[in-house]
Every structure is written in structure tokens, then in C-alpha cells.
């Protein structure tokens, strides 16, 4: 029904714009259009039931900051042979995956943890033998895609297939905690001559995808629950107690795979130290991981009021900026009107008008290749300023894919400059396949800057953001939907300006008898307000009555400074084996990063403790073989891939038949006139992928080996009919949305913000200038502003208090924004040596009627 309405959408459209004229040219696809939603129609119809997923549900349970999130997939298995569908999908980079197993009627059938490529085998002599299997294994390129198989489901069977994962909740700027339940995949550029191969996915329009999803959390805390926030339209949260610690909420009914899920989880506390201990898995053996107790902490360090009331006013500053074609797309699916570089200038906007005086700053930006505004960083003054926003201004997503390893080496091979600590910010909406490339290149690097990661849009990658920031020792944002990028990078800039602390030292007091092995890596990056873990395995005996302490040891702007968290050694109740896994988690990725040069004695052990925890590593997978079935699934074995939503059929640099609308219109026609081209399911495209997961050779029934097994004809026909209905659609939108100007489609300008119009007309020293743009944006003439500017004090004055009232009193919602342009200026005034400050805040308030008072302004 929904593909059904898709095509009925399109032909309403087409006939609507058959005779809408781009420029000179007529478009005229009456026909070809009518032709292909009727055999498009006709051949989705005879493959609806090809698709064996019929339903996802997703349970969230947080404790706290942690989250458990169990899955159950439905499949149902609707044709008339035996089939294998395979599912690749997103998962949070950080996540734990901790259990994977199969329901076939009354039989259970639970998976275990072994070695990647004896799983591999076990699960293709399975199938060879008739039997049923199923694999879950995590990409050998990216921790944040896993690839699910279900093999051998007979005709008319179905099996719930039921997965597990733990992971920590980040803290946001406004101290909620974001949970994000990956729902969109969007293809990842794989440079040419990068390391490793390609992760590749079958996607299909977000409109039409064949399952449903369902969605439910259950929070619970020591403190209230203030409120719970989403992306997606909820159901109202309801509390189950009157303390008002425990809630549940549900995704609305009728969800639209265009988004990913993210969830804000805010409690009327503010985040305080705590600890948790464990106990071990009583069948485990004491001394192991499992076996012995394991103690999580967060961490809160607080920094002296002396020194986070002054900011850095130094420092290099350079800005990595993706202008790969898919940064056109827009930052919220529902909403248009503003695309992810769009929003990016708005951005660097900001950033160059908050940077202090005396600091030096570059500009790079990258696609396919790469350029600089500065041909090395220069120092941050009103020319290069100007000069840099001139650019900023001129910048699109015009330079093709997203190969950013080549701009970050030419940055790591610019020599830093004395006394001015770099400070890396790079942008991206983090489609790249070659995410361990980029992540080790700035971890061999990080001894010389710090990286703040941007992820833009939906479906960037975890894997990356997250990695470039741990890495970098740095902070990630991630920014979705209708989010402004703007408050999140500027809590960023702040973290930049913070001094970097050195000197991080931890050191653990406990009982006599008792000892630690510390499973996390060792702190590197503090900020002020943000969270750092601690993870340790507790050997010895104690009672319930002992107390540990952890001493958290730093050295900051010069000064030394340390913070404490006593806790006691009680094994808290009902926690499952959470901190276990988590622990696991944290031990395997520190040593998956270590891992170079294929480490045989690194690798085994990062298997060892895989098995052993029953998490999964890059290195495993978990395996499930049914051998109750006596009797072997006869017939050939028919390969399902299951789709993802398609979020970026908008502007990418690849086939029109496989993504959409990348070429002018008149190139997009003569392809669709000479029709569909076969997709080659052993043929790789250059730059971006699709189709199976790759790594593993698949093994059918008859035991012949192939990179992946063949497609029938009609989910053939229907893939590339699919494919192409959706570059015709976005052909389509773009003769509504654009207008050809000298050979060229561009977008329509849109009105600038007049909080953006303000800080454009900032100085790099901070002060304002009285100009009728200023009186423009502050909506009074120029005449309004003299006549009302006290007699004693110069114009610069005046309009910088203008400015300044206008923010506080018109723009306090964003205050996030503005605050450190807002120093700046304050500082500039302190440097005036004004008399009249209290004259000049009056007769501005009388002018722009606010009622600002001096002392909010700082002065």
C-alpha cells in the first residue's frame, strides 16, 4: 500500500510539473513516468512477500546512564523454497553486544561467541548440510555496521530472531542523556587504494520500506525523571511510582523509517559522581573477568572557578569542512529549508566571530579533493577574518566524495606553532568507509592537537565521530533533524578554550587483600561538567562494609588538582552483568585500537575475552546452528537481502540508477531513456556501495561458493525499478526546488537570520560599528540610532551596547551561541575605559525597549 501511494504521489507530481520548464529546457516525462509506476507496480506486487522481515520491536531499559536495548526481528517466510536473508544494519559504535539468539517454533536456539572465521565456516557447512544457522557478526571495517544471516528458513516457517546490547548514554550540553537507535545506513565513500573492503547495503526509499518497527523504553534512577524528549513523535511518558523515578514511553503508532530514534533522557538532578559494583558471574571462575566483581565509575571532575572564568586567549584553530555532495541534503527530512552546508556556514560564521584576539586559525574543506582558504594558519585580525568569511560565504557541496584522510595528513604535516596548542574541529555527515585509516591517523597524531567531531545529518557514522574525538582527545556532537548545529559547536569551542589538562594520573585506595586491573585506557581528555569512566576488575576478598577510593590527579593551566570518589564495595543488586559486558566492551576496543600489523598475540587475546564475556569484537561473531531438526531443508537456497532506509537520494556523486538525481537533468534523462543497466551483484561500483555484506563467501545448498547468491529475476527487476522510481521522483522535486542559472542548478536564496545578520557585522576585536546594516538588522533607522546615543561617548561604543542589549533582551533562547562573542565585546568595552556605560545601557534599552541590566551584560 505504501509503495502503492509512492507511485500514485509521483504520477500527481508529474503531471502537475509536465510542462514546468527548467531554463530553456521542457521537461516533459509524462510517459516514461506513467510507464514505470505501472511495471514498477506490477513487479512489486509479484515480490512483496520476498522480503522475509516483517517486524522489528526494540526495548530499552536505562538504568541511570546505562542502557540495555534487546531487538526481536520477525521473519516470516512466505515463498516456496528454502531461503537466506541477510541484513546489514547500524549499530552504536560503543554498544556491547551481548546475546544473539533464534526462536523456530518451540525450539530456542542460542548463539555463541567464536572466532570470526570459524563461525564463518560453521554457519556455510550448516546450510551445505540442510541445517539452519545464524550469524551475527560485526564489519571487519567499521565497529558501528553488523550484518545479521538467517539461513535456511523452509517455505512457510518463521523465526524470532532476538539481540542484545549495553551501552553508556552520552551527556549532552543540556545535561540530558542521548540514546540513538540507528534506523538509517547511508552509503559509505570508500576512497580509491584505501585499506580494506567495502561494507555494502541493500536500500530502498524510506516511504516503502517492508517492516514495521516498534519501540519502548523504561527508565529508571535513584533521582526524578524531569521529562523525555524525542526526535520521533511519542506517546505521552507516564510515571509508575510517585517519586517520579521510574517512567515509560512509547514510539508513536505509524513511524516513518526517515530518521534515526533519538531519545533525551533529562533528570531534575543534576549528574553526580557514582559507583557501581558488580558481583561476578557465579559459574565463572574467580580470577577471570566474568568471575570477579567489576566496579564502574563516573566521573564528574570540576574545575576551579579561577580558572574556568578565564578562557583561553590563544590557540590554533583549524576547521575541516566536508563539501561532499550529500552535505546538500537537508538537516531535517520533514523540513526543507535548510541544507547541511547551509547550516555549516551559519556555523563557521559564529566561530570565526567568537575566536579570540592573538589566536591563529585555517580553514580547509574537502569532497573528492581538497582546498585551504590560508596556504598556512595565519593570525586571527579583522583582514583575515574578512578575508576568511568572503569564502566561508561562496562555500557548497560541490567537491564530489568524502575522502578526508588526504586533507588531515596535509594538516598533521603543518608544523605547530609555538605557544599556540592546535585545536582541531572537522564537520562531516561521516560517510566514509575507511574509518580505521582516518581514526589511527589521528590517534598517531594526537600528541600534537585536540579533535572536536561534528557529525551532520542522519546516519553518520558513529564509528567515525565518535572515534576522531577519543582519538583526538576531543569531545563529539552529533546534530540530527531540526537541531541547530550552532549550540553544540559553540559548548565545543568553549571545551577548546578550556586549558587541556596534563599530568592525569588515577590512583585506587582499597582494602587490604584487594586489587584492581584497570580495564578502561588511560584518561587522557578532561572537561569541565562532562563524564569520564573508569572500569576495573576487583581481585581479593572484602566485606560489604569496605570502602575503595579512586583519586583522579591532574595538572590544570599550571595549578595541580584532584578529585575523589569513595564508594563501597558492596555488589549493588539487580544489575545483571551490565558493568561486566560494558567493561569487556571497553578492554576489547583498547586493544582492537592497539592491535597493528595483524598482532597474532593481541588478536588472540582480544578472542579470548570475547568468548569469554560473550561480547562480540571485530575479531568474532556469534554463531547458532539448529540441530534439532532431523530432517535436512531440501531445495535451492534463494538469497534475501533485507533494505534499509534510503536517506540520500538527493545530491551524490554516483549512478543515477543506484542513488538518484547526482547529474543534470538532461544526463539524467538520456540514462533513464536507455534504461536500467543490470546490477552485477560481484560488481563493485567506485566511491559508493550497496548490496551484501562482504568478508564472507556465502555456501548455498548445493555447496558452491559465490561473493554473493544469486537474485530471482523479478527482486532483480523490482531493486532496479525501485532505484530508478526514486531518481525520478528527485529528478522531479528538483524542477520545482531549483532554477538553472548559466548551466548551473542552484538553490534559491534564503532570507539571512537577523541574530546572524548581528554577529555578521561583529569586529574581530569585538566591538560593532554604527552602520545603517546594523540599524537594518536591529529593525531602526539610522536616525533612530543617533538621535538616542548619549553626546560623551564615541559610535563604536554605542553600537557595540546596541548589540549587546538586542542579544540579551531578544535572543536570551540562544544565549549558547552568542555567549563568547558577547565577552569578546565586553572585554573590548573594558579596554574603552568608558565613563557613561550605565547612560549608554539606558538610553539603549529606551531605544530597542528592553529592560537589560548593566550587570547582565557583564560590565
Known amino acids: 500500500m505504501l509503495f502503492q501511494c509512492s507511485i500514485k504521489t509521483l504520477i500527481h507530481k508529474q503531471e502537475k510539473r509536465k510542462k514546468h520548464t527548467l531554463g530553456h529546457h521542457l521537461i516533459n516525462t509524462t510517459l516514461p513516468v506513467n510507464h514505470l509506476c505501472q511495471s514498477v507496480f506490477l513487479v512489486f506486487s509479484s515480490v512483496a512477500l520476498s522480503v522475509p522481515l516483517k517486524s522489528i520491536e526494540v526495548d530499552l531499559e536505562v538504568r541511570d546512564h546505562v542502557a540495555t536495548v534487546a531487538s526481536t526481528l520477525q521473519y516470516d517466510n512466505k515463498e516456496d523454497k528454502p531461503i537466506e536473508a541477510v541484513f546489514v544494519f547500524p549499530m552504536p559504535d560503543e554498544a556491547a553486544v551481548c546475546h544473539f539468539s533464534a526462536k523456530i517454533g518451540q525450539t530456542l536456539v542460542v548463539a555463541e561467541v567464536k572466532e570470526k572465521q570459524k563461525a564463518r565456516e560453521e554457519y556455510d557447512d550448516a546450510l551445505s548440510s540442510g541445517q539452519q544457522a545464524f550469524l551475527l557478526e560485526e564489519s571487519d571495517q567499521t565497529p558501528d555496521i553488523f550484518s545479521l544471516s538467517v539461513g535456511s528458513l523452509p517455505p512457510g516457517e518463521s523465526a524470532s530472531i532476538r539481540l542484545e546490547y549495553v551501552t553508556e548514554l552520552a551527556v549532552q550540553a543540556d545535561d540530558g542523556l542521548r540514546f540513538c537507535l540507528p534506523a538509517v545506513l547511508n552509503p559509505r565513500y570508500q576512497p580509491q587504494g584505501s585499506e580494506g573492503g567495502s561494507v555494502q547495503v541493500t536500500s530502498v526509499p524510506a516511504s516503502i520500506v517492508p517492516y514495521s518497527l516498534s519501540f519502548s523504553a523504561r527508565v529508571r534512577s535513584p533521582r526524578p525523571i524531569s521529562k523525555v524528549e524525542s526526535n520521533c513523535s511519542l506517546d505521552p511518558l507516564e510515571y509508575l511510582n510517585p517519586e517520579q523515578t521510574q517512567a515509560t514511553v512509547k514510539l508513536a503508532a505509524g513511524h516513518k523509517f526517515d530518521r534515526d530514534v533519538e531519545v533525551l533522557i533529562y533528570y531534575k538532578d543534576s549528574h553526580q559522581p557514582s559507583a557501581v559494583v558488580e558481583a561476578g558471574q557465579p559459574s565463572a571462575k574467580s580470577g577471570t573477568l566474568m568471575g570477579d566483581p567489576v566496579v564502574m565509575l563516573s566521573l564528574y571532575p570540576e574545575f576551579p572557578q579561577d580558572v574556568m572564568s578565564s578562557l583561553a586567549s590563544h590557540g590554533e584553530f583549524v576547521f575541516l569542512l566536508d563539501r561532499s555532495g550529500s552535505m546538500d541534503c537537508p538537516m531535517d527530512n520533514m523540513k526543507h529549508d535548510v541544507t547541511r552546508i547551509a547550516s555549516a556556514r551559519d556555523t563557521l560564521l559564529l566561530l570565526l566571530k567568537s575566536l579570540p584576539m592573538g589566536c591563529y586559525f585555517n580553514i580547509y574543506s574537502f569532497g573528492s579533493s581538497y582546498e585551504h582558504i590560508f596556504p598556512k594558519s595565519v593570525e586571527y585580525n579583522q583582514k583575515t577574518m574578512e578575508e576568511a568569511l568572503k569564502k566561508v560565504e561562496k562555500m557548497e557541496a560541490d567537491l564530489g566524495g568524502t575522502e578526508i584522510l588526504q586533507p588531515l595528513k596535509h594538516i598533521y604535516k603543518q608544523a605547530c606553532i609555538p605557544n599556540q596548542p592546535r585545536q582541531l574541529f572537522v564537520f562531516t555527515d561521516g560517510e566514509v568507509g575507511n574509518t580505521k585509516e582516518v581514526t589511527n591517523l589521528v590517534k ?309 537570520d537577523p541574530f546572524l545578520q548581528v554577529v555578521s557585522l561583529q569586529q574581530a576585536s569585538g566591538c560593532w560599528e554604527l552602520q545603517p546594516a546594523l540599524a537594518d538588522a536591529l529593525s531602526k533607522t539610522s536616525d533612530d540610532m543617533e538621535k538616542k546615543k548619549p553626546a560623551s561617548v564615541n559610535n563604536e561604543v554605542w553600537a557595540t551596547i546596541l548589540a549587546l542589549i538586542w542579544l540579551h533582551g531578544f535572543q536570551v533562547d540562544a544565549k549558547d551561541e552568542w555567549e563568547l562573542l558577547a565577552m569578546k565585546a565586553v572585554s573590548w568595552l573594558r579596554s574603552q575605559n568608558v565613563s557613561c556605560v550605565p547612560e549608554c545601557v539606558d538610553a539603549a534599552n529606551a531605544l530597542l525597549g528592553c529592560k537589560v541590566q548593566k550587570d547582565a551584560l557583564g560590565l
Open 444 to 752: 598517531n597524531n594526537s600528541s600534537s592537537h585536540r579533535c572536536f567531531s561534528f557529525g551532520i545529518g542522519q546516519g553518520a557514522s558513529s564509528a567515525l565521530i565518535n572515534g576522531l574525538a577519543k582519538e583526538g582527545g576531543g569531545h563529539p556532537q552529533f546534530i540530527t533533524g531540526s537541531e541547530r548545529m550552532q549550540p553544540k559547536v559553540m559548548q565545543s569551542l568553549r571545551f577548546a578554550l578550556q586549558p587541556a589538562v596534563a599530568d592525569t594520573s588515577v590512583t585506587w585506595d582499597l582494602p587490604k587483600g584487594v586489587s584492581v586491573t584497570v580495564l578502561s585506557p588511560p584518561i587522557r581528555t578532561i572537561f569541565q561538567g562532562q563524564r569520564s569512566l573508569l572500569y576495573g576488575q576487583l581481585t581479593g576478598q572484602s566485606s560489604e562494609s569496605d570502602e575503595g577510593c579512586v583519586t583522579v590527579k591532574y595538572s590544570l593551566a599550571g595549578h595541580p588538582s584532584e578529585n575523589k570518589l569513595r564508594f563501597s564495595l558492596k555488589p549493588a543488586e539487580d544489575t545483571g552483568l551490565t558493568a561486566h559486558r560494558l567493561g569487556a566492551r571497553t578492554l576489547i576496543r583498547s586493544m582492537e585500537m592497539e592491535e597493528k600489523k595483524q598482532d597474532e598475540a593481541v588478536k588472540q587475546k582480544i578472542v579470548e575475552v570475547s568468548v569469554q564475556s560473550g561480547v562480540s569484537s571485530s575479531f568474532t561473531a556469534f554463531i547458532a546452528v539448529n540441530k534439532s531438526n532431523d530432517q535436512p531443508i531440501q531445495g535451492p537456497l534463494l538469497r534475501r537481502n533485507i533494505p534499509l532506509p534510503m536517506m540520500m537520494a538527493c545530491s551524490m556523486p554516483m549512478s543515477p540508477v543506484l542513488m538518484g538525481c547526482s547529474m543534470p537533468m538532461r544526463k539524467m534523462k538520456m540514462a533513464r531513456a536507455a534504461g536500467p543497466p543490470a546490477m552485477d551483484c560481484k560488481k563493485k561500483s567506485k566511491g559508493f556501495f550497496f548490496g551484501a555484506f562482504k568478508g564472507r563467501k556465502s555456501k548455498g545448498l548445493s555447496g558452491s561458493v559465490g561473493d554473493c547468491a544469486p537474485e530471482s529475476d523479478s527482486m532483480s527487476r523490482m531493486r532496479r525499478s525501485l532505484d530508478v522510481l526514486e531518481c525520478a521522483d528527485e529528478c522531479l522535486d528538483m524542477a520545482l526546488d531549483y532554477e538553472e542559472e548559466d548551466g548551473d542548478l542552484k538553490s534559491a536564496s534564503r532570507p539571512r
